[in-house]
T-cell receptor
Framework: AQTVTQSQPEMSVQEAETVTLSCTYDTSESDYYLFWYKQPPSRQMILVIRQEAYKQQNATENRFSVNFQKAAKSFSLKISDSQLGDAAMYFCAYRSGDSNYQLIWGAGTKLIIKP | ETGVTQTPRHLVMGMTNKKSLKCEQHLGHNAMYWYKQSAKKPLELMFVYNFKEQTENNSVPSRFSPECPNSSHLFLHLHTLQPEDSALYLC????????????FGPGTRLLVL
């Protein structure tokens, strides 16, 4: 069975600095998708970025980028120029490429932004 | 409204009450999901509907009863809940297909007394 591990329960970063959140996963599949979601205090789960396993290029969305290391089964999220609005819980999730649509979630990392 | 909406946003109910949670998506998706989010636990998938047909039921107790009348609406009927059912209930929608992305509603915070 697939598992997702986020080893950092909490991280803090100074405003305008860069922070990296770690995520590792365990799978025997070659076709899958990886996601980072953000959940601010408002509780709405918001997609930050997604990565297809078959793509070698790391996904990027503005200040958010991932470091996808398929062999190491690592999928870290880098947030550049951190802003106060980035404060939230960040969840890493895995989805198999077969007909099972279930997302496997990590436990989350709480990101604190220091002004 | 756009995206995925959920009502009510907050709900307090006694163990003998019957209530329903509503989810509506305005994204043209054909798959909808119910998740339970408890403190300090990963999200738990409860139910999945594809084209109005239930395709997943992750061993959810029968006191939770889902209903999907069409691809845009999803309900979760609640009856004789227990205090440990207190949690945030999230609805999501997506296109059918493993490559699709799930989009979430704001959730209903449920407290069972």
């Amino acid at each position: 069975a697939q598992t997702v591990t986020q080893s950092q329960p909490e991280m803090s970063v100074q405003e305008a600095e860069t922070v990296t959140l770690s995520c590792t996963y365990d799978t025997s599949e070659s076709d899958y998708y990886l996601f980072w979601y953000k959940q601010p205090p408002s509780r709405q789960m918001i997609l930050v970025i997604r990565q297809e396993a078959y793509k070698q290029q790391n996904a990027t969305e503005n200040r958010f980028s991932v470091n996808f290391q398929k062999a190491a089964k690592s999928f870290s999220l880098k947030i550049s120029d951190s802003q106060l609005g980035d404060a939230a819980m960040y969840f890493c999730a895995y989805r198999s490429g077969d007909s099972n649509y279930q997302l496997i979630w990590g436990a989350g990392t709480k990101l604190i932004i220091k002004p | 409204e756009t995206g995925v909406t959920q009502t009510p946003r907050h709900l307090v109910m006694g163990m003998t009450n019957k209530k329903s949670l509503k989810c509506e998506q305005h994204l043209g998706h054909n798959a909808m999901y119910w998740y339970k989010q408890s403190a300090k636990k990963p999200l738990e998938l409860m139910f999945v509907y594809n084209f109005k047909e239930q395709t997943e039921n992750n061993s959810v107790p029968s006191r939770f009863s889902p209903e999907c009348p069409n691809s845009s609406h999803l309900f979760l009927h609640l009856h004789t809940l227990q205090p440990e059912d207190s949690a945030l209930y999230l609805c999501a929608s997506s296109q059918v297909g493993a490559a699709s992305t799930q989009y979430f509603g704001p959730g209903t915070r449920l407290l069972v007394l």
